[in-house]
Each structure stands twice: as structure tokens, then as C-alpha cells.
């Protein structure tokens, strides 16, 4: 499965915001741009996406910026990836429909509705509550100092 780099970009944005989710101020474009080292022309695109699926809320103005618009356990990874991949869980072509319909059948019932089935479930169970409780795992084992 590939996940396109505008997913990848949307859904490490919507962890920084999830971090920031109690602070009352906004988060801007240009701030996470250069924190995690994306395009801002890019973000503005995966953050126009996010907006129209009622992920974020935008604030206008100097202090201005992005931040989200539910609780961070209430937005799913299937969330992000469905805002941002048009073609998430795109139904598979029919490879031989017309010489046997019955392989095509078998394949799709057994192989490629179940997988869709599979990646729907597993991304829907993980949430950016899950996501940031797991970053912070990884920041604080990060920061232990070893002497010898």
C-alpha cells in the first residue's frame, strides 16, 4: 500500500496540532512548515483539505493559524487518510470479469474486500490521542542521558 506524501504531511500536522490541542492559541502553516521541514505551499493544500472535511478550524488575522476542531481522541487516522486520499479504499478493477467471472468474484471476495475491510478497521481504531501518547513514549525514552 502507498500513502502519499500529502497523507504523510497531513497527518504529522495534525499531531502537532493534537499536542497543542489545550494551549488557546493557533498554530500557523509557516511554524509547522518549518518545524517539520515541509513545503508551506504543500501544507496550505493538505491544511485546505482538512478544513473542508471539518478536521481544523482556520483563525484569521496576526494570531491567526490552524488548530483542531475535535478532541484528538475523537479523529481517526481513517479520518486524516479519507480527507486527504481521494482514493483511500478504492474498489479494485475487475481483471477478468468478462473471461470468468467467477475468479473475479473469488478475488474480490476473498482478497480484496477483506483487505479493504482490514485497513478500514485498523485505521479507524487509531486515533491522534493514540499517535501523540505514542510520541511522547519515543521524546521521553529519547531523553534519557546513559553515563559509564
Known sequence: MRISAKTRYGISAMICLARNYNVAECTTVVSLSE?????KIYLEQVFSLLKRAG????????QGGYHLARHPQDISVYDIFAAIEMSLIEKAKDT???????I???MRKIIFDRLDETITVLLSEITLDDLMSEMEKQN?????????
Open 104 to 106: 473475479e468474484t473469488t
Open 96 to 102: 477478468v470479469s468478462e473471461s470468468n467471472k467467477a
Open 55 to 62: 478536521f481544523v478550524v482556520s483563525t484569521k488575522g496576526a
Open 35 to 39: 518545524s517539520l521541514r515541509i513545503s
Open 140 to 148: 521521553s525514552s529519547e531523553s534519557y542521558m546513559y553515563y559509564l
